[in-house]
């Protein structure tokens, strides 16, 4: 089936600390979507992307819809404790065979606070 | 408003006991779906419904079965656990499936069969 890479698979951050992560594809992608999970909980969305090139921000949040349509970026601007958790991207591609219109998910991004 | 109600929060079964997950949503939404969540593996999608009636396989249906009697309600059912089967398990819901529709996640069920 259709994979979405997304990088890195973890990182370690510093309050303050700027971070950026992505998800990229071989397949064209209607709609791009980032979620944070925190522990035992549900994800919970965070940014929606409907358009090729859209740039949206959500406090400290801001994710992008790559031209090519393959490919989105969240960054997170000064870094604060709560932002510990995994983030996953998800993206609707143009086509997925019987299960068209569904959801596909990066396998995740796990953000930690350094030692 | 309590969006995505999933019970129970945790399960201990044995191998080839059965059981069903629930999930109930209160915002009326056609589109729910069920994912399993493995360490390294993402969100799998399980099984899904556009609406009451209507379900259809999603990427890893082997092993469990779902009905959607009505808007509200999708439970998904284990007819003979498998150690394989040990996961967390998220209902996912939508207004419907589709281009400005994101999904709205409940807190999942830790399901472990030993």
């Known amino acids: 089936g259709q994979q979405l890479n997304q990088s890195p698979q973890s990182m370690f951050i510093q309050e303050g600390e700027d971070v950026s992560m992505n998800c990229t594809s071989s397949?064209?992608?209607?709609?791009w979507l980032w979620y944070k999970q925190d522990p035992g909980e549900g994800p919970v969305l965070l940014i929606a992307?409907?358009?090729?090139?859209e740039l949206t921000s959500n406090g400290r949040l801001t994710a992008q819809f790559g031209i090519t349509r393959k490919d989105s970026f969240l960054n997170i601007s000064a870094s604060i404790p709560s932002d510990v958790g995994i983030y996953f991207c998800?993206?609707?591609?143009?086509?997925?065979?019987?299960?068209?219109?569904?959801?596909?998910f990066g396998k995740g991004t796990k953000l930690s606070v350094k030692p | 408003n309590a969006g995505v109600t999933q019970t129970p929060k945790f399960q201990v079964l044995k191998t080839g006991q059965s059981m069903t997950l629930q999930c109930a949503q209160d915002?009326?939404?056609?589109?729910m779906s069920w994912y399993r969540q493995d360490p390294g593996m993402g969100l799998r999608l399980i099984h899904y419904?556009?609406?009451?009636?209507?379900?259809d396989q999603g990427e890893v249906p082997n092993g469990y079965n779902v009905s959607r009697s009505t808007t509200e309600d999708f439970p998904l059912r284990l007819l003979s656990a498998a150690p394989s089967q040990t996961s967390v398990y998220f209902c996912?819901?939508?207004?419907?499936?589709?281009?400005?529709?994101?999904?709205?996640f409940g807190n999942g069920t830790r399901l472990t069969v030993t």
């Open positions: 996912a819901s939508s207004y419907q499936l589709g281009v400005g529709s994101p999904l709205h």
């Open positions: 998800a993206g609707q591609p143009v086509s997925y065979g019987g299960s068209q219109g569904n959801l596909i």
């Open positions: 419904s556009v609406g009451a009636g209507i379900t």
């Open positions: 992307l409907y358009k090729a090139g």
């Open positions: 915002m009326n939404h056609e589109y």
């Open positions: 397949s064209i992608f209607n709609t």
